[in-house]
């Protein structure tokens, strides 16, 4: 079968009579650009990546449930849904600025003094102890993926490979440790500042 003399609305209508090859034609066919205009947003080849794959995932899905119109272009529709991942990547930065790409920004290195006194000192050092100890309260899997990510820089595509499971559900655990750790922050009273 000749895929390059296709149009991607008969790739597509390929894939979805069960033909797996379609599907992964149009994808090589349009990977570069899509891939190109992540990184050209986010400007961090490892967290373009993921957004990358969250993207094809999206589309995938959409495709099997038939919702693609195939109106409009595959590209375009495809880069729509590159953008809105983005979007969501960057709002999610400013909700969770703990899963920033680098590391400007260290759930560790909260207080920002450049001379700390000694007072100062020992409220980060508490503030650390008791993010430590519940950090270690979190669910095993949700555990693994932030020691991951934080501990050892991983990107969510690393994680998901090292750990055997999705790119989504690696970046769902991530996302559940965090909102895990805000609750046992809060009934824990434990803040992240000195004040």
């Known amino acids: 079968m000749d895929y390059k003399a296709m149009t991607d609305a008969q790739l597509i209508r390929l894939y979805l009579e069960g033909e797996e090859q379609g599907l992964a034609f149009l994808i090589s066919k349009h990977e570069q650009r899509i891939f190109s205009y992540i990184l050209s947003k986010i400007q961090d080849r490892d967290l373009a990546n993921d957004v990358f794959q969250d993207t094809f995932v999206k589309i995938i899905k959409t495709l099997r449930r038939g919702k693609y119109n195939e109106e409009g272009k595959f590209l375009n529709w495809s880069l729509r849904i590159a953008h809105n991942l983005v979007i969501d990547h960057f709002r999610k930065q400013k909700r969770m ?99």
């Not at 920004?105 to 102890?129: C, L, N, T, V």
């Not at 932030?146 to 989504?168: M, P």
């Open 97 to 195: 600025p703990t899963v920033a790409p680098n590391d400007e920004y260290d759930i560790f290195k909260i207080i920002k003094d450049g001379s700390p006194d000694a007072e100062s000192e020992m409220i980060r050092e508490q503030i650390e102890k008791d993010l430590h100890r519940l950090i270690l309260e979190l669910p095993e899997e949700q555990l693994e993926v932030l020691k991951l990510r934080h501990f050892s820089g991983l990107s969510f595509k690393e994680i998901a490979d090292q750990t055997g499971v999705s790119i989504n559900t690696a970046l769902g655990r991530m996302r559940y440790a965090l909102i895990n750790l805000r609750k046992l922050m809060e009934k824990n009273h434990v803040s992240l500042t000195s004040s």
